[in-house]
């Protein structure tokens, strides 16, 4: 089984990259996840054009005329369940990461979401748009999820979650281990 840790934002000087890494970095130290393999998806690592195909991704066939495109459906596929680091810019999702997931259609069909926000108010909407979004590809989504404050999570530029976000985070990946094992 393989979970992608999806890190949404772009921006320079962006907290994505930090949270992205903890998350790997506390899945890849637990002792019973050696059947799983968690890897890093960095948006920013494919510099994605704005979605303007003729062919409406649902009927592409995972084939696209892009290659930056066609590089990050390979990646987004070869997923068996996804974490989406979120920040929330304007009380909603990140452009770059919402043109993103509307540049693919099949790879995210019915593939287990869990959602990790940040933002001032730790990114709760954007976790809830997101949810409407993901609903429309069949993806369970999981009910616990992570958000992160930018005032009291982060200290002098460093993101510094506590205990408990680690125990909540090492929930959540049991959580979508079970759900991407389901028949």
């Not at 996840?33 to 994605?48: H, M, P, Q």
């Not at 068996?80 to 997931?101: C, I, R």
């Not at 997101?130 to 993806?139: D, E, G, K, P, V």
Request: net charge negative; aromatic share 10%; glycine share 8%.
């Amino acid at each position: 089984m393989k979970i992608g840790i999806i890190v949404g934002s772009i921006r320079e000087g962006r907290l994505g990259d930090q949270v992205g890494q903890w998350a790997l970095g506390v899945a890849r130290e637990q002792p019973e996840k050696e059947a799983t393999e968690f890897t890093l998806i960095d948006l920013k690592d494919f510099d994605l054009p704005l979605y303007a195909s003729e062919v409406l991704p649902a009927m592409a066939n995972k084939e696209y005329g892009n290659e930056q495109v066609q590089e990050w459906s390979r990646a987004i596929d070869a997923c068996d369940a996804f974490l989406f680091v979120t920040p929330e810019y304007n009380h909603s999702v990140p452009g770059a990461m919402k043109n993103a997931v509307d540049s693919l259609g099949a790879e995210w069909q019915g593939k287990p979401i869990g959602f990790i926000g940040y933002s001032a108010t730790g990114g709760i909407r954007a976790v809830e748009h997101w949810r409407a979004i993901m609903a429309n590809f069949q993806c369970p989504m999981l009910r616990t999820q992570l958000d992160f404050s930018i005032f009291t999570d982060v200290r002098e530029g460093v993101f510094s979650p506590n205990q408990r976000s680690v125990d909540t985070l090492v929930r959540m990946i049991g959580e979508l281990e079970r759900e991407a094992a389901r028949p």
